[in-house]
T-cell receptor, first 111, second 112 residues
Framework: EAGVTQFPSHSVIEKGQTVTLRCDPISGHDNLYWYRRVMGKEIKFLLHFVKESKQDESGMPNNRFLAERTGGTYSTLKVQPAELEDSGVYFC?????????FGPGTRLLVL | GNSVTQMEGPVTLSEEAFLTINCTYTATGYPSLFWYVQYPGEGLQLLLKATKADDKGSNKGFEATYRKETTSFHLEKGSVQVSDSAVYFCALSKTGGFKTIFGAGTRLFVKA
């Protein structure tokens, strides 16, 4: 069984540009999550999808972040416009129930 | 609010040394507790978990016991190997919920 995959693995952009991160969950997992680790600090929850619906988006930092999961399969997280403080590692995870399986993360650097 | 506090690293040990990484939590009710590990260049992997008080999670020689009286979930291993070098994250999720709250991570270096 393939694990959670994320694309790209790394992204370097300039402040003010737009970046879109993609996550492909494990097949059959209705739950999909986005997390972020900034500057070596704790990993923070961003949001949770159940199929295509946003179940909990309490962790989204501001309206520059937009997450979608059309069709309930893969998800995208768009940052527009990117700011310096958005730099960090963005993790995606998926689950059938409580145990979450994480992807390798996308390392984003905003210059 | 709910939170997880774990000891700051890095922790540097020699091979075959005993490992303890402390983790305490703050939460209402009865959360599930987890340890995740991130090896260099890889994603987070679930190492072990415990879902109720006094449960012991174990995997790959690592153990952690859910202690409600001390709100702790310390990670231990009797004899570490160089291959255990990684970042270890303590985490919790509320029963019936899915949002996971993580500690800041503890980097472990094991020297041969």
């Amino acid at each position: 069984e393939a694990g959670v995959t994320q694309f790209p693995s790394h992204s370097v952009i300039e402040k003010g540009q737009t970046v879109t991160l993609r996550c492909d969950p494990i097949s059959g997992h209705d739950n999909l999550y986005w997390y972020r680790r900034v500057m070596g600090k704790e990993i923070k929850f961003l949001l949770h999808f159940v199929k295509e619906s946003k179940q909990d988006e309490s962790g989204m930092p501001n309206n520059r972040f937009l997450a979608e999961r059309t069709g309930g399969t893969y998800s995208t997280l768009k940052v527009q416009p990117a700011e310096l403080e958005d730099s960090g590692v963005y993790f995606c995870a998926s689950s059938r129930a409580e145990t979450q399986y994480f992807g390798p993360g996308t390392r984003l650097l905003v210059l | 609010g709910n939170s997880v506090t774990q000891m700051e690293g890095p922790v540097t040990l020699s091979e075959e040394a005993f490992l303890t990484i402390n983790c305490t939590y703050t939460a209402t009710g009865y959360p599930s507790l987890f340890w995740y590990v991130q090896y260099p260049g890889e994603g987070l992997q679930l190492l072990l978990k415990a879902t109720k008080a006094d449960d012991k999670g174990s995997n790959k020689g690592f153990e952690a016991t859910y202690r409600k009286e001390t709100t702790s979930f310390h990670l231990e291993k009797g004899s570490v190997q160089v291959s255990d070098s990684a970042v270890y994250f303590c985490a919790l999720s509320k029963t019936g919920g899915f949002k996971t709250i993580f500690g800041a991570g503890t980097r472990l270096f094991v020297k041969a």
